[in-house]
């Protein structure tokens, strides 16, 4: 299999890119997978969905989808994609991308997401808000993804008309959103303080700065390959600088932690952590079955070694890639219908070892 048929993927009839921040080519990309900055924004036109009945929600949805399509973004347009016909293994796959989330794949009603050719803008309609419009990039790349999320915010607003108070700032369904409705997630991969048992203090630490921890998919999702989303907690009397700024100084305090403890555990071990490096490759390079939890245990140990040095063959892309194709949507997707659970897990494994076979 081709890297480009590997990458492949229709969702709604539309081609969605896997995304550039799986390219592991960002600043810190060793500890830090993805910057993700999203703003939540109503028009005054319509009530906030949580209030909306009958035909309006459908209303709502065509007024933004036209106000979408009219936008004057400084890149390509994005491509809008109604959630509402879409199939569900269609819509998981997005959430397995980080396009849209949980809450939108499974809600009922008229909906959409509009996704720049690139991947790395969507924007939810009709989710808790009217819009969320989400930036993603590989790395820790605050000014980048903030400046790019900026330029469409004001491509919208000039076809759009923000609910929004001089006292409060932009007004959302939920109180935790006002003021400037921007939430910066950051998702680092901590496998060096999870072994060394480490990480509750990232939790308490975290806490402490009103930044909330989070698993691998968001709020309410447990952590998955010991990846961690790490984003602020307050936007309501805080400034879009400020909120960057807070991010720009903690953040790094917990890449030099994650990078500390992966040096005392070659320092203290070296050959232990080699053989755990290798042994997990030899798993996937040999499995017959393969669980969704085992490939992201695996491929995190991997991952970890190809940025410590042990391994120099697999990309770095690769290994970021295969998180996402081997989620249980993206085995159903490329296998072109649902599967059971024991299928998944053997086609999981097959997969895999195609994959890196192409490379070792």
């Given at each position: 299999?081709?890297?480009?048929?590997?990458?492949?993927?229709?969702?709604?009839?539309?081609?969605?890119?896997?995304?550039?921040?799986?390219?592991?080519?960002?600043?810190?990309?060793?500890?830090?997978?993805?910057?993700?900055?999203?703003?939540?924004?109503?028009?005054?036109?319509?009530?906030?969905p949580n209030r909306i009945e009958g035909d309006r929600q459908g209303d709502l949805e065509q007024f933004l989808r036209d106000g979408i399509a009219a936008a004057p973004f400084p890149d390509q347009a994005p491509s809008y994609l109604d959630l509402d016909q879409a199939p569900s293994l269609d819509r998981q796959c997005?959430?397995?991308?980080?396009?849209?989330?949980?809450?939108?794949?499974?809600?009922?009603?008229?909906?959409?997401?509009?996704?720049?050719?690139?991947a790395t803008?969507?924007?939810?309609?009709?989710?808790?808000?009217?819009?969320?419009?989400?930036?993603?990039?590989?790395?820790?790349?605050?000014?980048?993804?903030?400046?790019?999320?900026?330029?469409?915010?004001?491509?919208?607003?000039?076809?759009?008309?923000y609910a929004f108070s001089p006292e409060l700032g932009y007004l959302t369904s939920c109180p935790t959103?006002?003021?400037?409705?921007?939430?910066?997630?950051?998702?680092?991969?901590?496998?060096?303080?999870?072994?060394?048992?480490?990480?509750?203090?990232?939790?308490?630490?975290?806490?402490?700065?009103?930044?909330?921890?989070?698993?691998?998919?968001?709020?309410?999702?447990?952590?998955?390959?010991?990846?961690?989303?790490i984003s602020n907690q307050v936007t309501l009397?805080?400034?879009?600088?400020?909120?960057?700024?807070?991010?720009?100084?903690?953040v790094p305090l917990i890449i030099r932690y994650e990078r500390n403890m992966r040096e005392k555990l070659i320092t203290e071990n070296r050959l232990g952590l080699e053989d755990r490096v290798w042994r997990a490759l030899g798993l996937l390079e040999r499995a017959r079955l393969t669980t969704s939890q085992e490939a992201m245990g695996y491929l995190s140990v991997i991952r970890m070694g190809i940025h410590l040095g042990f391994l120099d063959s697999i990309p770095i892309s690769l290994v970021n890639e295969l998180f996402i194709q081997t989620q249980p949507g993206h085995l159903q997707k490329r296998a072109g219908e649902a599967l059971e659970t024991s299928v998944r897990d053997e086609l999981r494994a097959a997969y895999i070892r195609e994959r890196l076979a192409g490379v070792l």
């Amino acid at each position: 299999m081709s890297e480009s048929e590997a990458l492949a993927l229709e969702v709604c009839g539309q081609p969605i890119g896997l995304g550039e921040w799986l390219s592991g080519a960002g600043p810190e990309s060793d500890i830090v997978m993805s910057t993700r900055v999203r703003l939540a924004r109503n028009v005054v036109e319509f009530p906030f969905p949580n209030r909306i009945e009958g035909d309006r929600q459908g209303d709502l949805e065509q007024f933004l989808r036209d106000g979408i399509a009219a936008a004057p973004f400084p890149d390509q347009a994005p491509s809008y994609l109604d959630l509402d016909q879409a199939p569900s293994l269609d819509r998981q796959c997005l959430v397995e991308r980080h396009l849209i989330s949980k809450d939108h794949a499974s809600a009922r009603g008229r909906r959409g997401v509009a996704i720049e050719p690139a991947a790395t803008l969507s924007i939810m309609v009709n989710e808790e808000d009217h819009l969320r419009l989400q930036v993603l990039r590989s790395g820790f790349l605050l000014d980048e993804a903030w400046a790019q999320i900026e330029a469409a915010d004001r491509a919208l607003e000039e076809k759009l008309n923000y609910a929004f108070s001089p006292e409060l700032g932009y007004l959302t369904s939920c109180p935790t959103n006002v003021g400037t409705g921007l939430r910066i997630s950051v998702m680092l991969h901590l496998p060096a303080l999870v072994m060394t048992k480490r990480i509750e203090k990232v939790f308490h630490a975290g806490t402490n700065v009103n930044l909330a921890v989070r698993g691998f998919y968001g709020e309410g999702t447990e952590a998955l390959g010991d990846f961690y989303q790490i984003s602020n907690q307050v936007t309501l009397g805080q400034s879009e600088l400020g909120i960057l700024q807070s991010m720009a100084e903690q953040v790094p305090l917990i890449i030099r932690y994650e990078r500390n403890m992966r040096e005392k555990l070659i320092t203290e071990n070296r050959l232990g952590l080699e053989d755990r490096v290798w042994r997990a490759l030899g798993l996937l390079e040999r499995a017959r079955l393969t669980t969704s939890q085992e490939a992201m245990g695996y491929l995190s140990v991997i991952r970890m070694g190809i940025h410590l040095g042990f391994l120099d063959s697999i990309p770095i892309s690769l290994v970021n890639e295969l998180f996402i194709q081997t989620q249980p949507g993206h085995l159903q997707k490329r296998a072109g219908e649902a599967l059971e659970t024991s299928v998944r897990d053997e086609l999981r494994a097959a997969y895999i070892r195609e994959r890196l076979a192409g490379v070792l």
